[in-house]
């Protein structure tokens, strides 16, 4: 199954305790996490490759909510190609039978995935988002957006 690691920005302050205040983080709103806080840059694992994505314009839950929405489309049409909100980097995903297979803009790479693997992607990139955002500010655990995201996508 492809893994996901974010690697916060040293140059958005919002990572940082000074940069975004407890109270503040626990009010932050979807347009919040998906154009103004919280960039880093992604490397997706799929088992072969390390598929690098880095630019300053791609704040995690962006690049969740992509995912989320790529797993609905391909679940529901067999396939898309899905933009990020801010830096319009795109991956393309293609069901073929029991196999997805998902190319990126931002890579040669190409992945294939188990249609059974390619089903838990969302929760799993959702997790591993949540935990980088919770190790950076704590009081994120208590954002209503959160936890209702974590709830729709089944790890609430």
Known sequence: MPSF????RADDPSWHADGMPALMARKLTADDFTFRYFHADVVI??????IVLRTPGLPVI????????????????????VETSK????????????????????SDAVSEVSLCDFEE?????????????????????????????SAQVGEG
């Open 5 to 8: 690691e974010f690697h916060p």
């Open 121 to 149: 992607i969302p929760r799993s990139a959702l997790r591993v988002g949540l935990q980088c955002l919770y190790s950076a500010h704590e009081d994120l655990k208590f954002n209503n957006y959160l936890l209702n995201l």
């Open 45 to 50: 694992s799929d088992g072969t490759d390390d």
């Open 62 to 81: 962006d690049f969740v909510l992509m995912l989320v929405q790529i797993h609905c489309e391909v679940a529901s049409v067999g396939e898309t190609r």
């Open 87 to 106: 830096s319009r980097d795109s991956i393309r995903a293609v069901r073929r039978r029991d196999k997805v297979e998902v190319s990126y803009s931002f």
